[in-house]
């Protein structure tokens, strides 16, 4: 096993570096039905992390700053980049997207905190380890269609349904099970297995993964089903719920794989020392082949209710078990011209948006100093009418 690098799950997760692209939002509910036809052009990302700022990622001291804060941490990423049209309820873009979700529990937090900030250990101090990251990139397109119900005195009922086809696919999964306990000479016994697989594993690291594999070609594609439901009533009342990523499935062929399993020691610095039962090679395997990553489906949902300039609601999103309702209110103050304010209080993450029909552009972070944000977000959309050309 080499070197541990617990920010591994993080930094490998929210791709510093990478660039913006737009998130799943309820403006891409493949449900939005238009008559009129329109060129769109969007990107966007939200980012959220709770034992780490997301701007620390990158810095050298990034261990100072990391803090367990739940029993079951977090953190993800998801973004979308996309050009496309629009016309009676039908829908074709180019996109390219960047998502992953990554978990550690508590005692994994505190352990890399212990590391990283060279705290002393107390003799016989047991860790139970569990961390995972899923991680993938793609580029391809997405078709879908709406369908329009006009209900009577009931408002107006919005159904679509559109698909997404992803090339040039990269991935990245990695977890770690098992447990660490220190003695009294202030090392590390690992005691666990560690799993990892895709195009984005380190495979030049001999001590990482075994250099007889290390050329190959790697390649991969993806799909995946988006479903929506809008529904506008006359008084006001509009809800709506989007599913994305629905039985979704990441196919990668030629990556790189591997298995490592055993009891190993390392100092407190976190430096490999080796086999803790004095065997002469760790037990695991490298090779190359076929993966297959399952992303869990993303669920939106909003009920708000409008009156002249004003409006409000409750919003919802579900990722990964991560659970994250928001509190949102819109104010009019020219005629197709609207000012937004959101609040999550899972992540503190503050929203002001401004909108109308031609753009709309949303700033969000959960901190005012924005090198401590846990959470940031940024979206900007452009619709151009092709009518008023």
């Known amino acids: 096993m080499p070197a541990l690098r617990f920010s591994l799950f993080l930094s490998v997760l929210l791709g510093v570096g990478s660039p913006i692209v737009r998130s799943a939002s309820l403006q891409s509910n493949p449900a939005g039905f238009d008559p ?42 998801d973004g979308w980049a996309f050009a496309g049209g629009e016309e009676q309820g039908w829908h074709v873009t180019a996109l390219a997207r960047r998502y992953g979700v990554a978990h550690a529990n508590r005692d994994t937090v505190l352990l890399a905190q212990q590391i990283e900030q060279r705290l002393p250990f107390d003799p016989n101090q047991r860790y139970e380890l569990d ?83 290390a ?17 506008r009533g006359d008084n006001g009342l509009q809800a709506e719920l989007a599913g994305f990523d629905i039985a979704a499935r990441i196919r990668g062929k030629d990556m790189p794989r591997s298995y490592q399993s055993g009891s190993f020691l390392y100092t407190k610095d976190g430096d490999f020392i080796g086999n803790a039962d004095g ?39 579900n990722t990964d078990g991560l659970s994250l309702p928001k509190v949102h209110g819109e104010y009019q103050f020219m005629p197709t011209n609207w000012l937004g304010l959101a609040y999550t209080p899972r992540t503190g993450l503050v929203e002001c948006s401004i909108s109308n029909s031609w ?31």
């Open 131 to 213: 961390y995972g990251v899923d991680y993938w990139t793609g580029r391809g397109f997405r078709v879908g269609k709406a369908f329009n119900f006009p209900i009577a005195k009931l408002g107006q009922l919005d159904v679509g349904l559109a698909v997404q086809y992803l090339k040039s696919v990269d991935i990245k999964t990695e977890s770690f099970v098992g447990t660490a306990q220190s003695n009294a000479n202030q090392q590390l016994q690992f005691t666990g297995r560690r799993e990892a697989a895709g195009s984005l594993m380190n495979t030049s690291d001999p001590t990482r993964f075994n250099p007889f594999f």
């Open 36 to 77: 009129l036809v329109s060129l769109q052009f969007g990107l966007d990302v939200q980012a959220f992390s709770d034992p780490l700022p997301l701007l620390s990622l990158n810095d050298d001291d990034w261990g100072l700053k990391l803090k367990s804060r739940n029993q079951r941490e977090h953190a993800f990423l």
């Open 279 to 317: 065997s002469p090679a760790v037990l695991g395997r490298d090779s190359r082949g076929n993966v297959v990553l399952r992303p869990k489906s993303n669920w939106l949902a909003d009920v708000r209710w409008r009156r002249e300039q004003w409006q409000g609601g409750l919003a919802w999103r």
């Open 359 to 389: 753009v709309s552009f949303l700033l969000a972070s959960s901190n005012a100093n924005v090198d401590k944000a846990r959470a940031l977000g940024m979206g900007l959309r452009l619709t151009l009418p092709l009518q008023s050309w």
């Open 215 to 231: 050329a190959g070609d790697p390649s991969g594609y993806g799909y995946a089903l988006d479903v929506g439901l809008r529904w």
